[in-house]
């Protein structure tokens, strides 16, 4: 739950975009995490980047279809937060 503690505490002047690299867990992990977001309305307006990386990738499947999904790399799990240079 590391990626739900980091989205809904998720400073929204510092970043531009999220990208997360995993299965389909992570990604949910991250919606949850914004919808407690004490500004989870301007939040949700961050975009975000699934690379889908897990073995079953339902979400990327449902999204994008098989041919597009199988064409991914497997690449370890990790979330990547864009920083904007405005730190």
Do not use: Q, W
Not at 12 to 25: E, H, K, M, P, R
């Amino acid at each position: 739950k590391h990626a739900m503690d980091i989205a809904k505490t998720l400073p929204l002047d510092t970043y531009d975009a999220i990208v997360t690299l995993s299965g389909d867990g992570l990604i949910h992990e991250v919606f949850s995490g914004f919808a407690e977001h004490p500004e989870s309305v301007k939040v949700f307006s961050t975009p975000i980047c699934p690379v889908p990386t897990g073995s079953g990738n339902g979400t990327s499947l449902n999204l994008l279809g098989l041919k597009v999904v199988s064409s991914f790399v497997k690449i370890h799990p990790i979330l990547m937060l864009y920083s904007t240079g405005r730190l």
